[in-house]
Nanobody
Framework: QVQLVESGGGLVQAGGSLRLSCAAS????????MGWYRQAPGKQRELVAT???????NYVDSVKGRFTISRDNAKNTVYLQMNSLKPEDTAVYYC??????????????WGQGTQVTVSS
């Protein structure tokens, strides 16, 4: 079993910044990728950013240039630095991990979600 604990959400005004953190623990053989999804009311969950085991990063077009994903592999932690926040960034943000639990089992896990609200 793998557990993800998120923190860092909150209420900010447009143009402000927040940094989300997500720490993974438990039965982890190897982490393949970690990332962040978000879900706004009435909309599907969308991928915001991901960091692969090879060190590459990817972002949804709407956050490019504003958000930065990073990893601390020693701590099994992923961060999302969010700058120049816009009201349309308002959503529940979920941490995601693609983990190799053992040599023969690969699984995905989700954090509990943290609310990000950007006011205008």
């Amino acid at each position: 079993q793998v557990q993800l604990v998120e923190s860092g959400g909150g209420l900010v005004q447009a143009g402000g910044s927040l940094r989300l953190s997500c720490a993974a623990s438990g039965s982890i053989f190897r982490i393949n990728a970690m990332g962040w999804y978000r879900q706004a009311p009435g909309k599907q969950r969308e991928l915001v950013a991901t960091a692969t085991s090879g060190g590459s990063t990817n972002y949804v077009d709407s956050v490019k240039g504003r958000f930065t994903i990073s990893r601390d592999n020693a701590k099994n932690t992923v961060y999302l630095q969010m700058n120049s926040l816009k009201p349309e960034d308002t959503a529940v943000y979920y941490c995601y991990v693609d983990v190799q639990v053992s040599l023969v089992r690969r699984s995905n896990y989700w954090g509990q979600g943290t609310q990000v609200t950007v006011s205008s």
